[in-house]
């Protein structure tokens, strides 16, 4: 609640403090750094996050955040890459933004 308010720092301690993640609490963050505009926070959250969590919530967001900001294909890309997301996903991708 408090990053969605963009009271950042506040939500950062609660979620540091939670004895368990889930992929509700990841996502919850990841989306508040988004729309504070934090993308790269956003990002470390993101590949921190366990793998077995990430889910169609997770990818929409962190896609979504870097196609808010210019000229983020780059970025983009290495999330594709970094989590070995085919290159079929991420020439769609190029096709998209193109």
Do not use: H
Request: aromatic share 10%; proline share 2%; glycine share 6%.
């Amino acid at each position: 609640m408090y990053v969605q308010c963009g009271i950042v720092q506040s939500g950062r301690l609660i979620f540091k403090r939670m004895p368990r993640k889930d992929s509700f609490s990841y996502n919850l963050m990841i989306d508040g750094y988004v729309k504070c505009g934090m993308v790269s926070l956003a990002r470390e959250l993101f590949d921190i996050m366990p793998s077995e969590m990430k889910n169609l919530v997770s990818w929409n967001t962190m896609i979504s955040g870097y196609l808010k900001l210019e000229n983020e294909f780059e970025s983009t890309k290495d999330l594709f890459d970094k989590n070995n997301v085919t290159t079929d996903s991420t020439k769609a991708l190029a096709t998209c933004l193109k």
